[in-house]
């Protein structure tokens, strides 16, 4: 049997990835970013750390992507910080996969 995730973790992941969706496609200022699909959020192994995959076009090169994502992830964390309501923002660590 699996191991349980606790439920501020699952709500923490439901609420980075809500935001995700919004920062990818706007806030960021990267166009190519917006391209990108959250897939998933999950926590690793605790809360202080998230791994979020993304899903990328089959057009996208795969070390671009990973790159302009580490390029972003602290305006991507800023934002994060701003929506959600804990005492410590996540590190961000990204898996990009191809559609």
Do not use: H
């Not at 970013?33 to 993304?54: G, K, Y």
Request: charged share 25%; proline share 6%.
């Amino acid at each position: 049997m699996p191991p349980r995730i606790p439920r501020k973790d699952l709500q923490l992941c439901a609420q980075v990835r809500d935001i995700l969706w919004y920062v990818l496609g706007s806030t960021v200022g990267d166009e190519s970013l917006a391209d990108l699909q959250v897939l998933s959020v999950e926590t690793m192994p605790d809360a202080t750390r998230l791994l979020i995959t993304v899903s990328a076009p089959k057009d996208f090169d795969l070390a671009t992507a990973s790159s302009r994502l580490q390029d972003a992830s602290k305006a991507i964390r800023a934002e994060i910080a701003k929506a959600i309501n804990r005492r410590k923002t996540p590190e961000l660590a990204f898996r990009v996969i191809v559609n």
